[in-house]
């Protein structure tokens, strides 16, 4: 199973655009911060990633404000066929907190 959830940050997002069969797009680079426990020791956990968003979703994700705090649910895919570089797909996300 290829399933991910998290929460962070939108820090980067581009304007909206479209593929050559009309689908909208949305990229964007994800924030994530948070302690996480390994082997009984707790570890500071920090990651940026980059982030989609297609279709429907796409509309609602470009509207979302920056700087609210998101859980995220999708998927990870190869950039493109040839690529080793991971993509972060968001198939949902929810505002947790706005920040202020």
Do not use: W
Request: hydrophobic fraction near 45%; charge should be neutral; charged fraction near 20%.
């Amino acid at each position: 199973m290829n399933q991910l959830q998290v929460n962070a940050l939108i820090t980067e997002r581009d304007t909206i655009r479209y593929t050559p069969a009309g689908m909208p797009i949305v990229t964007a680079v994800l924030q994530h911060s948070s302690q996480q426990m390994e082997a009984g020791i707790a570890r500071l956990t920090e990651f940026e990633i980059p982030a989609l968003a297609a279709g429907d979703l796409a509309k609602r994700f470009n509207d979302a404000p920056l700087g609210g705090i998101y859980q995220f649910t999708g998927f990870l895919a190869k950039k493109n066929r040839n690529s080793r570089s991971l993509v972060f797909h968001i198939i949902d996300f929810s505002l947790l907190d706005t920040g202020a």
